[in-house]
C-alpha cells in the first residue's frame, strides 16, 4: 500500500540491532542520548549497520529502510523498554479465530481438529475467490408459503455455481457437512459412481484391517484377499484418502513402535515431528533390542525382531493407483472440443484444490479460510503491547500502546506561496506534488502533534543535502521547539483513541470549547491542506513569512515548523549525459564498477586456468551496462525523501512499572530518538537544469 | 466560521453538511446525513432507489412519514407478493441512504442502495455508511452497510449487499464483489476483492491514517 503524498514513515529503532537479542535491547536504551550528539550538518559514510547506535545519517533509499520504514499507526511502544515497537520486535499471540464471512467465532479446539475452514455456510468461489451465496433454484411463492427449491452456492462476481460442477443441496444450511457427503461420494461423476461411501463408513473398515495388520504382516506387494474389488478399485475422494492414509500409517507406527509407553504410537506428532524428543531418543538406547545386543547384551535373549513398517498397498488404505491410460485419458480430455482453453483451470485455481483437479467441472468450493485476532507483545521484555478483545465482531481493545500516543504524530503539508494560491483552483491546492520543480526552494510545514499529556521538547535534525543522487537541499527552519502537552480534555481529539491514555482523559465539558478554539486558532494558520480533492482555497492571509528560529504556528498540543527543500535535479535525458562525463572523471563517485576492477585481482585467482578477460568486449559491455544502469533513473529515486532524526525529551511521573527504583509520582527524564522519512513528493522529471 | 460567499461551490446545511451545488443527488426524502458530511460535486447519491416493490406496488406510494407509522410484525396471511412487499416496507422506513458524520464522498462517486432478488421481487434495500467514512473518486458503493471509519479507495466498486465493517479498507481500484462482508482493520484490494493484510493498531486514531475525516470537512468550501 504506497500512500499518496506527502507522507511521514518513522524508522523502528529496532533495525540496527541485528539479530533481535534481548541483552542488546536493554543496553540500547540508554542508546538515544548518545545518539543525540550527533551533528547533523556533516554527511557521514553510509551506515554501518552492526553498529546498535544510530549514529549514522539514515537513508530511506537504503536496501534495509524497507525493513525499517512504518507508517505511524503500525507502530507501537512499549512502556517497560521506553522503545518503538515495530511489527519486527514483537511476538503474536492468537486471541481468537474467526471466519471473515460470517464473523462467528470458531473455538481453537475445533480449529485444531477440523482445520482452520470455516464449519458453516462460507465459501469462496473456486474459479475466481470471490465469496459465495446460497441461492434457491427454484422461486415459487404459493399460497403465502414460498416453495424454495434446491439451493446452490453461485458467486456473485464469475456467475460460477454449484451447477456447474452438478451440485445442488437440499437445504440452505450446513453446506459443509453436505457438499462433504456429495464429494465423498462422487467427486467425479463422469468417472465413479460404484463408490457410495461416506467418510463415516470409510473409518470403520479401516480400523478392523489394521487390526487384521497386526496380525499378519503382509509380505509387499501381496494382494489383500478381503477386499472386495470394487472397493479396491473405486477411487476414494481426495479428503478421504487423506484420511485414510493418514490413519493407516498411524496404525503403522503403533504397531511398529517398540515400547508401549513410546509416544510414537499415539500421534504423528510426539516422534516424527520432533526426532530429538527425549523420548525418542531414550527409547533408542534402552529398549532397543538391536543396541543392546550390540554391546554386550548378546547373553540376554534378544527379544522379538522389530516390526517393519510397511507402506499404503490397497485403495481402503489411501493409496491410489493411476490407471494405465490416464494420461492419455487426461490428454485426450484436454484437446476434446469441449473442454478447450476455458475448460482447464488455471494454476491458481488448482493451488487450492486438489492435486487431481485439471479441469474447471472439477473444481470444489472453498471453504472461507478462517483469520485470527491476535495479540502483541513486546519481544524483549514480553509486555502485551495490545490485546484485543476476544468477540470478532469488536473493534475494541484491552490494551493498546500505539506509539502515536507517545511519539508526537508528524504530517506534513506543503506552504503554498501566495500567487500560486489563488492560480490553482484544480485537484490539488497549489502545489503539484507529484512533479516539484527541481531547483526551487520549496517551503513545507511540518506539525507535530503530541498525545502525550506531558510538554515535549523537540529536536530535529536533517542532512544537509539527501542521500543519494538526487541530492536535494534540505533546511529545517527551527530545529528545535516545544509541543504543549496534551492536558485539555478534547474528546473529540480523544475519540476512538482508547489507549489507557485516552480513556483517563475521556469526559469533561470543557471538550467542545477546547475543539472551537483550537479550530479558530488553525484555520488562520493553516493553509489549504493536502487533501487532494479539496478545492484551492485562496485566503489572502499569506502574508506571514516562514523565518529562521522561529516556529511557524504553535497550538496547544503541536507545534508547527517550516521545512525548505531545494529539490535536486533527475539524472534523465540530457541530464544524464553531464552525469556520466562526471561519472568517469573522478572515479571515487563510480563506487560499482571501481569495485569490480579492484576485486578481479582475487578473482582471477580463483577462476584457474581462465581468467576473466577484463579488456574484452564481454567486460566492456558490461560496465557500460553497468554505467547505463546507474544513469538510468532507478524506480522511484525521484521521490524527495528526507530523513529527519527526532529527538523528544520531556519529564513524566515516573509510571508504576518499576516500583523498586523510584517512587511513583516522581518526575523522571525522559528521552526518545529515532528517524523518520518524510515523503515530499515527486520530483519533476520534465525540468531539466 | 469565516464568512460564506453567497453563491459558493458548497450548500452548507444546518447540520454542517457540506454540499456540491454540482452534485446530483436523487430522492432527497430518502437521505438522511447525520450532519458534517460532504458531498463533492458530480457524486451521484441514489436516493430515488428506495425500498418499493418496484414491479408490482406502483399503486402504494410511500411518503417517509406514512411509512415510519407503524412497526408492527407482519402477519404471514398476505397472499400476493404485492402485499408481502408492503408489509416490509411499512416495517422498515423507507430511507434508501443513511450517511453519518464526517464522511466525505469524493467526486464522482455513485452511492446506489443495494438490490437483490428475492423471492421472485427485486427490492432495493437501504444503505448505511457510518462516520467518518472516505469514498474515494469514482468509486461506485452498493453496500448494505458500511461502517465507521471505513476508507473507499478510489476507483473501487463495492458490490451490492457486501458489508464493510468498521476500520475496513478498501484499496483504489479493488471490486469487492457482491455480499461479500471485509471484516474490521482488513485491508482488501483486487478484483475480485481479497484480505491482503491489516492496517495498524494505530488506525483511524485522530490525525492520523484513517482518522483524518474532520480534517478533511474542514478544508472543504475554503
Partial sequence: ?689 | MPPKAPKGEYIETDTGNKISRRSLIHGTQHIILGGKTVIQSDAVIRGDLYRSSSTSTSSHSHSQSSSHASSHKPTPSTSSASGAASQQQQQTPSVAITIGRYSYISRQAILRPPSRLHRGVYAFYPLKIGDHVFVGERAVVEAASVGNHVHIGRDAVVGSMAILKDFAYVLDGAVVAPGMVVPSWCVVGGAPARIVGEVGEGYGVEGAEGGMARERYRVVGR
Avoid at chain 1, 511476538?91 to 481438529?113: A, D, H
Avoid at chain 1, 414460498?146 to 460442477?165: A, E, R
Avoid at chain 1, 506561496?417 to 511540518?446: C, E, F, H, K
Avoid at chain 1, 480513556?503 to 493553516?526: C, M, P
Wanted: charged share 20%.
Fill in chain 1, 1 to 689: 500500500m504506497s500512500r499518496p503524498f506527502p507522507y511521514a514513515y518513522i524508522s523502528c529503532p529496532c533495525a540496527n540491532t541485528p539479530v533481535p537479542d534481548p541483552s542488546k535491547k536493554r543496553r540500547s536504551r540508554e542508546s538515544p542520548q548518545k545518539a543525540s550528539s550527533h551533528h547533523p550538518d556533516q554527511p557521514k559514510p553510509p551506515p554501518r549497520f552492526d553498529d546498535s547506535e544510530d549514529e549514522q545519517t539514515f537513508d530511506p533509499r537504503a536496501p534495509r529502510s524497507n525493513l525499517s520504514l512504518y507508517p505511524p499507526e503500525h507502530l507501537l511502544y512499549c512502556e517497560d523498554c521506553h522503545q518503538i515497537k515495530c511489527p519486527r520486535c514483537i511476538t503474536e499471540e492468537i486471541v481468537c479465530w474467526y471466519c471473515p464471512n460470517c464473523l462467528f467465532e470458531t473455538p481453537s479446539s475445533m480449529v485444531k481438529s477440523e482445520g482452520n475452514r470455516c464449519a458453516r455456510n462460507c465459501f469462496n468461489c473456486p474459479a475466481c475467490t470471490a465469496p459465495l451465496a446460497v441461492n434457491t433454484l427454484e422461486n415459487v411463492v404459493r399460497g403465502g408459503t414460498s416453495q424454495q427449491g434446491p439451493w446452490v452456492l453461485s458467486c456473485g462476481y464469475c456467475m460460477w455455481s454449484t451447477l456447474d460442477i452438478g451440485i445442488k443441496f437440499d437445504k440452505p444450511t450446513n453446506i459443509r457437512t453436505q457438499l462433504a457427503k456429495l464429494t465423498a461420494t462422487d467427486t467425479n461423476p463422469s468417472r465413479s459412481r460404484q463408490m457410495s461411501r461416506t467418510f463415516a463408513d470409510l473409518k470403520s473398515p479401516l480400523s478392523t484391517f489394521s487390526s487384521i495388520d497386526e496380525q499378519f504382516p503382509p509380505a509387499p506387494g501381496e494382494a489383500r484377499p478381503d477386499d472386495s474389488p470394487d472397493q479396491s478399485n473405486g477411487p476414494l475422494s481426495p479428503d478421504a484418502r487423506f484420511h485414510a492414509l493418514k490413519s493407516f500409517y498411524k496404525t503403522q507406527i503403533s504397531a511398529t513402535s517398540s515400547s508401549p509407553s513410546d509416544p510414537l504410537g499415539v500421534d504423528f506428532g510426539a516422534g516424527f515431528s520432533s526426532p530429538g524428543a527425549l523420548n525418542r531418543i531414550m527409547s533408542l538406547y534402552t529398549s532397543s533390542s538391536r543396541l543392546s545386543s550390540l554391546y554386550g547384551g548378546a547373553s540376554k535373549k534378544p527379544k522379538t525382531k522389530p516390526p517393519v513398517m510397511r507402506e499404503a498397498l490397497t485403495a481402503s488404505e489411501g493409496f491410489k493407483t493411476p490407471a494405465a491410460d490416464a494420461e492419455a485419458v487426461l490428454i485426450q480430455r484436454m484437446a476434446a472440443d469441449e473442454c478447450g482453453w476455458d475448460g482447464l483451470a488455471s494454476l491458481e485455481q488448482r493451488v487450492f484444490q486438489s492435486p487431481d483437479a485439471r479441469f474447471v467441472e472439477e473444481l470444489l468450493p472453498l471453504a472461507t479460510l478462517l483469520r485470527t485476532k491476535r495479540a502483541k507483545r513486546c519481544k524483549s521484555c514480553k509486555h502485551i503491547l495490545v490485546k484485543p478483545e476476544q468477540k470478532p465482531q469488536s473493534t475494541r481493545f484491552r490494551i493498546r500502546l500505539i506509539a502515536l500516543s507517545y511519539i508526537p504524530l508528524p504530517t506534513l503539508r506543503p506552504l503554498v506561496p501566495p500567487p500560486a494560491a489563488g492560480v490553482t483552483s484544480g485537484s490539488a491546492p497549489g502545489m503539484n506534488l507529484d512533479a516539484l520543480p527541481p531547483l526551487r526552494p520549496t517551503q513545507l510545514l511540518l506539525t507535530l502533534k503530541n498525545h502525550m499529556f506531558d510538554p515535549v521538547r523537540i529536536t530535529l535534525a536533517t542532512p544537509s543535502v539527501t542521500p543519494g543522487r538526487v541530492a536535494s537541499k534540505v533546511t529545517i527552519l527551527c530545529p528545535q521547539f516545544d509541543i504543549g502537552a496534551n492536558s485539555d480534555v478534547w474528546d473529540e481529539a480523544l475519540q476512538g483513541n482508547t489507549t489507557a491514555a485516552g480513556a483517563a482523559a475521556a469526559g469533561g465539558g470543557t471538550g467542545s470549547n477546547a475543539t472551537a478554539d483550537q479550530r479558530s486558532s488553525r484555520s488562520g494558520a493553516a493553509p489549504a491542506t493536502a487533501t487532494t480533492a479539496a478545492p484551492g482555497g485562496h485566503l489572502g492571509m499569506f502574508e506571514k513569512v516562514a523565518e529562521a528560529g522561529k516556529v511557524w504556528d504553535k497550538g496547544r498540543n503541536w507545534t508547527t515548523v517550516v521545512l525548505e527543500v531545494v529539490p535536486g535535479t533527475l539524472p534523465s535525458g540530457s541530464s544524464g549525459v553531464t552525469l556520466q562525463s562526471r561519472d568517469q572523471a573522478p572515479r571515487t563517485t563510480h563506487s560499482k564498477t571501481t569495485g569490480n576492477d579492484s576485486d578481479s585481482d582475487s578473482d582471477t585467482s580463483s577462476f584457474g586456468g581462465q581468467a576473466p578477460d577484463w579488456t574484452g568486449q564481454a567486460a566492456e559491455m558490461q560496465q557500460q551496462q553497468q554505467q547505463q544502469q546507474q544513469q538510468q533513473l532507478q524506480p522511484d529515486e525521484d521521490v524527495l525523501e528526507i530523513p529527519v532524526f527526532v529527538r523528544m525529551e520531556w519529564d513524566s511521573e515516573n509510571q508504576i512499572d518499576r516500583p523498586g527504583v523510584s517512587a511513583a509520582g516522581e518526575m523522571v527524564k525522559r528521552e526518545l530518538a529515532y528517524w523518520m522519512v518524510l515523503g515530499v513528493g515527486r520530483i519533476d522529471p520534465s525540468v531539466l537544469s
